[in-house]
């Protein structure tokens, strides 16, 4: 029942939610059940989302699983929800960095722990329920809805400034959406629905070229702010650099992919004409944050600081891919940002981490690690090798194929992208230098302790993620095909040549073993390789 | 017909009409009478008649729903029973109920515990719902005056104490100057159409050539004086020291039922004898609305009392229900109607919060008494939160829908302007709010005192929060009742 293809979302949605309120019925005080009773709903998040792995319908065209019922008459909303590859891929990545995120708080949090989990497992239906709604109403609901836990959680957990970065965030991502609030009612003028997938599949836009431009920019400042891009990412150093780790987590591995996944499901296949139109400034503002946000890492004193800004370059290139509209461009977009999330989720364990044992991220402060933390060490170097995007790690693929989806439309853009992972090498592997190598110059370093078990397990499934998607990414691009080939079908309806009727919505494959409906982007990528 | 023949038998004929009102007289006159017989420690006596009454009246008022388009006139056509009056006599009565269970503890603290107070509020109550009922200037004035004097005197019912007094000088004085004004816009409509009677003006007003003076100067002094009554801008200054003055209950009353009886008046007015002169009045009360908004919005920021921050911040939440009056369409009109109707809840929901705060020796209505609430009484600060959430528009609670209604109406009428100006002042209010929760949820406790929610403090808080959060959650009945309170309006 629970799990029947017309209640497996629901059931993924609700499953945290259940949980905040089993512990908010579990009296204060009692910190070590709420411990539990939150990592126990957080590991459940994660296992009710498996099925999904062999149960979704790769290749096959349009959104699957799909719920939808009457939910306000009255202004025509429903309760929709729905996922395609896309969101697939996100709803998997927000359920593994939930988790993740509540088991690594086991030792870091120990004040108010029942409101903290509370939160956590709020603020993890929220995000779901941004990934899955089909109802453009119950979406801007779950959009906004998150902000309230996590302003709270680096509000209260944070560190010294959280207040102050706690209501930034708040105002910012808000200031972005309530515009978006008014593009959805002027949509549903036009298009008198508030269905997403009614307004999806509508062959061309269903709005006119005026109104698109007005519309784009109205979606284009709550997906800006939230990814961030420049010039809208002041929020982000300050919002990652004060929340507690699990917050920075859930920040940078879930929270900025709406942003991005705003862009994909709704600016890209609603407004096309705008798209176009207004792509070169998208285009020119991404490679901005990639080198910017590049150059100002290396400035960095501080370890947290340091990766939020990281993240203001990778994500960067992930907007770049979305923008350069081709195959290559958007699929590696969207694996970039799953390995993002691992890559740069698992950064911010590390720097928690080490908070834990020195209370302290400033980079000045460490140095040698690598004697008294072998293990740590050998962890670090993986994951910031995922990060700067070696081969065999995940960040390859990822960078490679928008890169190279980059190149076919114009050199220079995937010019200036080299240049930004040439400076994220620098500043990451320079990062890592000054924190783990060389002699122990502070004493209080030199009998750190080397990873518990806890830590293993919050850290392993990234780094086996990691080599698994830079070993064989295969299934992702699988994953992507049929919705990538939808969106570049709007733009480019010859780009996969003779035959511009989607094969892939005609022959609905079967899980893993049909074969891939549309096999171009991958022969793309092999023969990049 | 003799003269006392015909009101006899108008009185007989319509005596149901007034029935709701009729009981609510009853147990407050009950009440004073009862006073003087009961002991200090019997007190408890009058709040049970006081919610007694106010259960008949609802009965009473749930046996009028069933109503024939157009609604049922009464007493030669001076009252007029339509959904409209039912839906608002449905909030004066959730508002007055709630708040006579609010002010039980409150009155004991501060040693006041007398009788009037809750005699008063029924005759207030009888008021507002004569507001809603009326369809004749005499009883509408007549209502409206029935409803503010008993808030004069109950704004001031803290004899002892100085702010009390002095807010209930100013709310007494310039509200006895509005309703001056008031009257003199009445006297004017009279004189066009030579009635009292709403149906004939408005028939007088339809036939008036378009932007004339007498007419005009009818609407300035009729919209100047309902602006005093809901607070808008530039007719705002009382309210802030009205509030913070006033007992906290009565402060809770005064910007959920006095606001919305006045509402209902206001659009009462508008959307018959002035509706066809539109025109005329939509672009001024664009310019009160955004004025309300701005005003409102940021004067808010600065505040550090948290009665006078949440008076600043009705006089933006007043802005946002006139922007539904400006779309003027149905959707619009809903949207101001569950406005009205769900801002009852959740804005009296966090003065409750400020009155349980209220202890000995303590006044609590300072932001520093918040706190770190969240460790002193969590079910406070949820709650709290719950409120503030809505009163800034956040989903999944009452408000968001309801600015969600009025950014519809906006954007369905083309007033593309107003609906940005409106959206984005939900930022400084979120700032302002969230003040609010960082005083309960980040700030360390100054005091480790640990406030207690006495049962019936929990019966309103509970119901205001489960109010706020269902008509967020699933606001599909809340809509219908909202659109069932328009079957009125357009159709006359």
Redesign the interface.
């Known amino acids: 029942m629970l799990f029947s293809d017309s209640q497996i979302l629901n059931t993924i949605l609700y499953t945290p939610l259940v949980g905040a309120f089993v512990l908010l019925l579990i009296p ?1 005080g009692q910190g070590a059940i709420h411990r539990w009773v939150g990592n126990l709903f957080g590991f459940l998040g994660l296992a009710v989302s498996l099925p999904l792995l062999w149960r979704f319908r790769i290749g096959q065209a349009g959104f699957q699983f799909v719920v939808d019922r009457q ?5 025509g909303a429903h309760y929709t929800l729905g996922i395609d590859g896309i969101s697939f891929l996100l709803v998997m990545l927000t359920t593994l960095l939930g988790a993740i995120a509540i088991l690594s708080s086991w030792t870091a949090i120990r004040k ?1 722990e029942k ?1 903290y989990y509370i939160l956590l497992l709020l603020l993890q239906t929220g995000m779901l329920g941004v990934f899955m709604s089909l109802d453009f ?1 119950l979406f ?2 779950f959009w ?2 998150m ?2 836990p996590m ?2 959680l680096i ?2 957990w944070g560190s010294e400034r ?2 102050y970065a ?2 930034k965030f ?2 910012y991502t ?2 972005g959406s ?2 978006m ?2 593009g959805i ?2 949509i ?2 036009t298009a008198h629905t508030f269905d997403v997938r009614t307004v999806l599949a509508a062959p061309h836009s269903l709005f006119s070229a005026h109104l698109q431009n007005w519309l784009f920019w109205a979606f284009f400042f709550a997906f800006a702010i939230k990814v961030p891009m420049f010039p809208f990412h002041t929020w982000l150093p300050d919002a990652h650099t004060e929340a507690p780790t699990a917050g920075s987590v859930i920040l940078a591995g879930v929270l900025l992919k709406m942003g991005t996944y705003g862009f994909v499901r709704f600016s890209l296949p609603m407004f096309p004409d705008a798209t176009v139109k207004f792509r070169t400034i998208m285009i020119v503002l991404s490679l901005i944050g990639i080198i910017y946000g590049a150059l100002v890492c290396m400035m960095q004193k501080d370890m947290k600081r340091l990766i939020a800004y990281s993240s203001v370059s990778h994500m960067a290139f992930c907007t770049l891919g979305i923008f350069a509209l081709t195959p290559l461009g958007l699929t590696g977009s969207v694996i970039q940002q799953i390995n993002h999330g691992i890559s740069t989720g698992g950064l911010f364990l590390i720097v928690g981490m080490l908070y834990e044992r020195r209370h302290t991220r400033k980079i000045s402060e460490f140095g040698g690690l690598a004697t008294p933390m072998p293990n740590f060490a050998a962890i670090y170097m993986i994951i910031t090798l995922s990060s700067l995007g070696m081969p065999l790690l995940n960040g390859f693929i990822g960078e490679f194929a928008i890169l190279r989806g980059a190149f076919e439309v114009n050199k220079a853009w995937a010019a200036w992208g080299v240049v930004g992972i040439v400076l994220g090498a620098a500043y990451l592997l320079w990062l890592y230098q000054r924190v783990m190598f060389g002699n122990i110059t502070n004493p209080a370093n030199e009998f750190l302790v080397d990873l518990n078990v806890r830590e293993f397990a919050t850290l392993i499934p990234l780094v086996l993620l990691a080599f698994w998607i830079g070993i064989y990414p295969a299934p992702l691009f699988r994953v992507l095909d049929a919705p990538v080939h939808q969106l570049v079908i709007r733009y480019d309806p010859a780009y996969y040549g003779a035959q511009p009727a989607a094969p892939a919505s005609t022959q609905p494959g079967r899980a893993l073993a049909a074969p891939p409906a549309n096999l171009h982007s991958l022969a793309a990528m092999e023969r990049g390789n | 017909m003799p003269l006392w023949q015909h009101l006899l038998a108008q009185t007989r004929e319509g005596f149901w009409l007034i029935l709701p009102q009729v009981q609510l007289a009853f147990f407050g006159m009950a009440i004073l009478l009862m006073d003087f017989l009961l002991e200090k420690g019997q007190k408890s006596w009058n709040v049970l008649t006081a919610l007694l009454g106010v259960v008949f009246s609802a009965v009473s008022l749930w046996k009028l729903r069933g109503l024939p388009q157009g609604g049922i006139a009464g007493f030669d056509n001076s009252i007029v029973v339509d959904p409209f009056f039912v839906f608002f006599g449905f909030i004066f009565l959730a508002a007055t109920a709630l708040v006579i269970l609010l002010s039980v503890k409150y009155l004991e603290i501060e040693d006041e515990n007398h009788g009037e107070y809750y005699a008063l509020m029924l005759f207030s109550a009888v008021g507002m719902m004569f507001l809603a009922e009326g369809n004749d200037l005499v009883v509408l004035f007549l209502a409206l005056e029935i409803m503010a004097i008993a808030f004069y005197v109950l704004s001031g019912f803290l004899r002892r104490d100085r702010r009390s007094n002095e807010g209930a000088l100013k709310y007494l004085l310039l509200g006895a100057f509005s309703s001056g004004v008031l009257a003199y816009g009445f006297s004017l409509l009279y004189g066009i159409s030579g009635s009292t009677n709403l149906d004939a003006i408005a028939d007088a007003v339809a036939v008036r050539p378009p932007h004339d003076f007498l007419l005009l100067l009818s609407l300035a002094t009729v919209a100047a004086g309902l602006f005093f009554k809901i607070a808008a801008v530039p007719f705002h200054q009382w309210a802030p020291d009205v509030y913070e003055g006033a007992p906290t209950p009565i402060a809770a009353y005064i910007s959920v039922a006095s606001k919305a009886a006045s509402f209902a008046l206001l659009l009462r007015i508008f959307l018959t004898v002035y509706w066809p002169v539109r025109v005329d009045w939509v672009g001024v009360l664009s310019v009160v609305a955004v004025a309300s908004m701005t005003l409102g919005n940021i004067a808010a920021i600065t505040q550090t009392n948290l009665k006078r921050l949440l008076a600043y911040s009705s006089i933006g939440h007043v802005g946002y229900i006139l922007l539904g009056l400006v779309a003027g369409n149905t959707r619009g009109l ?1 949207g101001v109607a569950f406005y009205i109707l769900t801002y009852a809840f959740f804005n009296a929901g966090a003065f409750a919060v400020i009155i349980v705060l209220r202890r000995k020796g303590i006044i609590g209505d300072e932001l520093d008494d918040l706190n770190g609430l ?1 460790e002193r009484n ?1 079910t406070a600060a949820v709650l709290m939160l719950i409120f503030v ?1 809505s009163l800034a528009g ?3 609670t009452a408000g ?1 829908v309801g600015k ?2 009025i ?2 109406a906006l ?2 009428t083309n007033h ?1 302007i107003l ?2 100006i409106a ?2 002042y ?2 400084p209010a ?2 302002y709010y ?1 003040r609010i ?2 005083h309960m ?2 700030r360390e406790a100054g005091d480790v005192s640990r406030p207690h929610i006495s049962p019936g403090q929990a019966v309103a808080l509970a119901t205001a929060a489960a109010m706020t959060l269902a008509a967020g959650i ?3 009945p809340f ?2 009742f909202a ?1 069932y309170s328009l079957m009125l309006p357009f159709g006359r």
């Open positions: 204060r939910w306000i008459p009255s202004i108010r409101e109403v801007y609901m906004e809805v902000l309230v302003y709270f509000g209260v959280r207040l706690a209501i708040f105002l808000l200031a309530v515009l609030l008014l009612l002027a549903y003028f | 809903q969240v969590p959430l956040i989903p999944p968001f969600l209604l950014f519809w954007i369905e593309y609906a940005v959206v984005l939900i930022l979120v700032y969230f929760v960082a949820w980040v699933y606001p599909e809509l219908r659109s």
